[in-house]
Structures are given as structure tokens and as C-alpha cells.
């Protein structure tokens, strides 16, 4: 089983909401991201977790907070996002830092 | 080549024939490297790999090249089908910063 799994699907949120993303693998892989990727861009790395740790921070805002709370399980909590956050947020996981990485289907993020 | 602003660049081809998409990557740092493929509202699927010392790797109708001299990575798709039909993106690592970098992507389109 290779799958990441990412819900929801679609989200619409205004400017004073809080939501959450869920990412899920069963690969037992024990690093997991968080990537941004706006229309026609590549995806730009958010959060690295690394056996359950942050270990990178690509000076996100605090808007975006992440959270591993297991091995299996990251999420990504987003409170008073602004309109350009607008994008496709995926998920990723590998066996380790160093090794592919295998994405979810995103979650499609509107900011109204 | 490289894109700018919001254009892709684009390779279109007939089905049938074979695909050659190129990567230029910066980091001569770089020690592995991957190929994804991005269909429309879906993740980034891996493709294939290779670490930086093979120059050449094969799969099932794919082949990887890497020339590290000249810091040039390219994706060759046999008897391209329309299911080929998406974004292509290469991405590096280097080891020691653990995370991956991606290229700007190519759009492949096949006719039938």
C-alpha cells in the first residue's frame, strides 16, 4: 500500500475561520511534509517532520500550524488565512528524509 | 527550457512516438533525484529515480539520464500514450539538507 490519504478534499473558508487538513499513511514511513503548490507552480515545501519531530520550518507563517500526532497521522491547523493562501495543500511521506517521497491527493484550499 | 510567469513549458506529441523532457537542476551538491508526474487536480505521483552515481536508470517505458557535469537530468517515455498526458517534474536532493527541490515542471500533452 503506497496511498496517502488527504481530507478534506475541498475546503472553503473565510478570513476568521479555523480549520484543520488531515494527512494519514500506513506505509510506516516516519517522515511526513506539508507542501503548498499554487496553479502551474511546483509544489514549495512548507513542514518536514522527522519521527514524529518538526525538523524543518521553511518560515511559514503562523497562520499555518502543523501537528504530528503520531506516526501515521499530520495535520496542518489553519486559523486567519488571507486569500492569496488560496492553493493546493499536499501532503508527503517517506521511509526516512532521504528516500522518495510519496504525495496524497492535496486538499483544494479556498480563502474567502 | 525554463518557464516564466504562469506558462508551462510545453511539449506536445503524437501518441506513439517517444517523449524526451528535460530537467536542469542547480545544486551540484545534488545525490539523488527523482521524476513525478502531476495529472490534473491530483498529486504528484513518483515515477522513477536514480542516485548520482548511475547516469542512467530504467523502468517500464521510462528511462532516466543524469549528467552531472553538466548538472542535466532528463525523463525519455516510450510510445507515448494519451494517459501520459500531464505535468512532469523533476525534483533533487541533496542529502545533507534533506529536502527536495523541485523544477519548474513540463506539460506533456498527446494527441491520439
Known amino acids: 500500500d503506497t496511498e496517502v490519504t488527504q481530507t478534506p478534499k475541498h475546503l472553503v473558508m473565510g478570513m476568521t475561520n479555523k480549520k484543520s487538513l488531515k494527512c494519514e499513511q500506513h506505509m510506516g514511513h516516519r517522515a511526513m511534509y506539508w507542501y503548498k503548490q499554487k496553479a502551474k507552480k511546483p509544489p514549495e515545501l512548507m513542514f518536514v517532520?522527522?519521527?514524529?519531530?518538526?525538523?524543518i520550518n521553511e518560515s511559514v507563517p503562523s497562520r499555518f500550524s502543523p501537528e504530528c500526532p503520531n506516526s501515521s497521522l499530520l495535520n496542518l491547523h489553519l486559523h486567519a488565512l488571507q486569500p492569496e493562501d488560496s492553493a493546493l495543500y499536499l501532503c508527503a511521506s517517506s521511509q526516512e528524509i532521504t528516500y522518495e517521497q510519496y504525495f496524497g491527493p492535496g486538499t483544494r484550499l479556498t480563502v474567502t | 527550457g525554463e518557464s516564466v510567469g504562469l506558462h508551462l513549458p510545453t511539449l506536445s506529441v503524437q501518441e506513439g512516438d517517444n517523449s524526451i523532457i528535460n530537467c536542469a537542476y542547480s545544486?551540484?551538491?545534488?545525490?539523488?533525484f527523482i521524476w513525478y508526474k502531476q495529472e490534473s487536480g491530483k498529486g504528484p505521483q513518483f515515477i522513477i529515480d536514480i542516485r548520482s552515481n548511475m547516469d542512467k536508470r530504467q523502468g517500464q517505458r521510462v528511462t532516466v539520464l543524469l549528467n552531472k557535469t553538466v548538472k542535466h537530468l532528463s525523463l525519455q517515455i516510450a510510445a507515448t500514450q494519451p494517459g501520459d498526458s500531464a505535468v512532469y517534474f523533476c525534483?533533487?536532493?541533496?542529502?545533507?539538507?534533506?529536502?527536495?527541490?523541485f523544477g519548474k515542471g513540463t506539460m506533456l500533452l498527446v494527441s491520439p
Open positions: 545544486n551540484s551538491a545534488s545525490d539523488y
Open positions: 525534483a533533487d536532493l541533496n542529502s545533507g539538507y534533506s529536502t527536495l527541490t
Open positions: 517532520y522527522s519521527y514524529e519531530k518538526l525538523s
